[in-house]
């Protein structure tokens, strides 16, 4: 890789989640990654504010936290403790620097069939924390999953879906994420690109391969970029349209990634990112 053009790149910490965080930090300043997308458990295990002043330390910019949500349980004391773990969440971003708090907004509760009613308990739970959200200089970023995750992981599927839910609020507090691996299939996809991108609605967009056969159990099934199907290009041409110059996260949740080492991966991600995003 010579000279690449990383200004942009941002490698989220779950693709290489084998590297401690100083780890992950000293391979990016090796590296000249100056972006990453930082997770929850990590961080909180290192210490939040420690975290927060490694990546401030070494000049990283903090591009998301993931993740926050899952916001669809019916059980008043659920509810309420989702609530309170969301708004920790928009704390923990704001201490780490990050503008952007990735949801993924939960599944279907145990024995429940009803889609829209999950659907609306989002929007409940959306009305409290898109206002909290402002206050600390956040905004949350609604993240669409592939359908074979609608029933334990996210009831909103499309970026209809997710959009839909956003614009009942301000675009300062509520967007979306746009993320290759979830919506590739979709054909409806790129004009609701169109429609976040004109309402300013795209806070995050992140980068992910589909391969086949999936592995069982599907959660840690994103490629690699380049070795699956999903022409990267077309997709950051997309957002590129609408108007998005934000920062570009590859996240990628793959067992075979994991058991290599983790600053191999990160050089290898970087150059495959320039690779497959170049001009």
């Known amino acids: 890789m010579s000279d690449p053009d990383l200004t942009r790149f941002s490698i989220n910490q779950m693709t290489v989640k084998q590297l401690s965080m100083p780890e992950l930090v000293a391979a990016c300043g090796d590296l000249g990654v100056t972006n990453v997308g930082l997770w929850r458990e990590p961080v909180r295990t290192y210490g939040v504010e420690r975290a927060a002043k490694l990546v401030r330390d070494a000049g990283l910019t903090v591009t998301t936290l993931c ?55 989002i929007a409940d739970a959306l009305s409290v924390l898109g206002p909290y959200a402002e ?97 990267m290009r077309e997709w950051l041409g997309h957002v590129t349209k609408a108007g998005y110059t934000g920062a570009i996260e590859v996240e990628l949740f793959n067992d075979a990634l994991w058991a290599r080492d983790g600053r191999e991966v990160l050089a290898e991600t970087a150059a495959r990112f320039v690779a497959h995003t170049a001009d």
């Open 135 to 231: 206050d600390h200089g956040v905004k949350l970023a609604i993240e669409p999953l592939h359908p074979m995750y609608a029933a334990d992981r996210c009831v909103v599927s499309t970026l209809t879906q997710a959009l839909d839910l956003a614009e009942r609020f301000p675009a300062h507090q509520v967007g979306v994420t746009v993320d290759t691996y979830h919506i590739w299939w979709d054909d409806r996809a790129p004009a609701q690109i169109a429609r976040a991108g004109a309402a300013g609605r795209i806070h995050t967009f992140q980068l992910a391969d589909w391969t086949t056969p999936l592995p069982e159990g599907v959660l840690n099934g994103r490629g690699q970029i380049g070795d699956g199907a999903i022409d």
């Open 67 to 121: 993740r926050g949500g899952f916001l669809t349980a019916l059980d008043p004391v659920e509810r309420a403790a989702a609530l309170a773990d969301n708004r920790r969440a928009v704390d923990e971003a704001a201490a780490l620097g990050t503008g952007v708090l990735v949801l993924v907004s939960g599944g279907l509760p145990a024995g429940s069939k009803d889609l829209h009613g999950a659907r609306e308990r």
